[in-house]
């Protein structure tokens, strides 16, 4: 079922995000794309993914920064979205090792920015990508949602981490009915190249 208000897609351009807004559209949701398109890998395969979504009816973009708190702010304000599905990330385990900051900036304050104004717009449900990187130094197998996932062995995990523990808090104190998916190596057509081997 449809609703009359849309869903914002943050890392509309990444791999998962292209095919998520695919889906939503192809369903009738009306999709408000969000990406910073920044560098880790070439953007111009980001810019490909654009241009298959650009065309598409109900979906329209915006390229900010997500810990621009005023930017987002702007683009909730406008879309008065009911749901999110937060893609958006600085992936990557050893650009998490090389390059804290940015890790962290989009981890972490991207995330918070987005957790906010999803509160403040009292969205009906926020999905946001977590890692199986979470799981760090645990060596039970099958990894399980009931483990403890409190020793992570990468900036990147931390974040990740942070993030479920953000998300849980917002939940709790706020009511903002939250899913984490702990994603493992996700890999397909239009994928990241640095995932290919």
Known sequence: MTSLRPVIVTGAAGFIGMHVCERLVARGERVVGIDALTPYYDPALKRARLERLKHLPGFSFHEIDLADFAAVTHV??????????HLAAQPGV??????PITSIRANCDG???????????????LVYA?????????????????QSVNHPVSLYAASKKANEL???????VHKLPVTGLRFFTV?????????AA
């Open 94 to 99: 050893r650009a998490s090792i090389d390059d």
């Open 111 to 125: 995330f918070v920015t987005v957790l906010e104004a999803g509160r403040r717009h009292c969205l009906a449900h």
């Open 76 to 85: 909730f304000d406008e879309a008065a979205p009911d749901r999110v599905v």
């Open 187 to 195: 890999y397909g057509p239009w994928g990241r190249p640095d995932m």
């Open 130 to 146: 977590s890692s199986s990187s979470v799981y760090g130094a645990n060596r039970t197998l099958p990894y399980s949602t009931e």
């Open 166 to 172: 953000m998300a849980h808090t917002f939940a709790h």
